[in-house]
Structures are given as C-alpha cells and as structure tokens.
C-alpha cells in the first residue's frame, strides 16, 4: 500500500505564496482565519487544506461561479486539487 506524503508549508512559504507579510500569516493563524497547526512554536501548515482553503474562498465570491462550481465538488468529496 502506498500512501501520498503529505507536504507541510512553512509560515515563510505561506508569506510567499499570497505575497503577504509573515506578521500577517501568524496573525491569521493565530486568529483561526487560515488552516494552521501548531508544532512545538512553530506554525505549519497543511499543503492540501491550504488549497482546499483557497477553494473556499473563491465559492464565496459569486462573481466567480465556475470556481465556486470547482468548490462544490471538492466539498461534495470529489477530490482537492494538486
């Protein structure tokens, strides 16, 4: 049996990715806007519920209906994107 290796991001990884300061990542972390964990001090963060995450936030905007479509299967449990 082979198992996918779950990859975790680093807040300095998740600061390049949105192009936001890594004070903001800890905060929105920290508040529970974003999907983080906490190992020892250090935030992580969960490559694949980062993207599904991302997903959501498009589903809200209406002005985007084939990404909210996308957001409806993944929730529906037809997969995450890679």
Not at 11 to 30: G, M, Q, Y
Not at 64 to 74: G, N, T, V, Y
Request: overall charge positive; proline content about 7%.
């Amino acid at each position: 049996m082979t198992h996918a290796k779950t990859r975790f991001l680093t807040p300095e990884e998740i600061s390049e990715l949105f192009k936001i300061p890594i004070r903001t990542v800890h905060h929105l972390a920290r508040t529970g806007k974003i999907p983080a964990m906490k190992v020892g001090r250090l935030w992580r963060f969960k490559e694949s519920d980062i993207n599904r995450w991302i997903e959501l936030q498009y589903a809200k905007n209406p002005e985007f209906p084939e990404i909210s479509e996308k957001a409806r299967e993944i929730l529906n449990g037809s997969g995450i994107p890679a």
